[in-house]
């Protein structure tokens, strides 16, 4: 039996839905589709993602149950290049904690706050 990728999926909460996935949409260049919670008590947009690939898909959550800020799990996005990127995260109503740095053999990482007060990593190869 095969070890499946430590990541399956990723939750990144939200206080204002409406407000986040303007955010991700502008600084990704996707659309966020709704994904209805089956319990009913979370409003969800997920990122589009492929099971077959590499990495894992997420979703903007907003819950009663867990709250948006930094300090804790960080997520980093893959992107074709960090500097690129993270111009557009300032526009979208982002802030760049730290811009794009080497991390040597793995490439670069830029770290970003988004509207909610998540910090968010990039990361590119380029």
Do not use: H
């Not at 999926?9 to 955010?23: H, N, P, Q, T």
């Not at 040597?104 to 706050?113: A, L, Q, Y």
């Amino acid at each position: 039996m095969s070890i499946p990728n430590a990541i399956g999926w990723f939750d990144i909460y939200v206080d204002d839905l409406k407000r986040a996935k303007k955010f991700y949409e502008k600084v990704f260049e996707q659309e966020l589709v709704e994904l209805k919670d089956p319990t009913g008590e979370t409003q969800m947009f997920s990122f589009q993602g492929d099971r077959n690939a590499y990495g894992a898909s997420g979703a903007l959550v907003k819950s009663a149950y867990a709250k948006p800020g930094g300090g804790g799990s960080m997520i980093y996005f893959s992107v074709f290049d960090c500097a690129l990127t993270e111009k557009k995260v300032n526009s979208a109503g982002g802030k760049i904690i730290r811009p794009k740095f080497s991390i040597g053999e793995f490439g670069f990482v830029t770290i970003c706050e988004d509207t909610e007060g998540n910090t968010i990593g990039l990361n590119s190869m380029n």
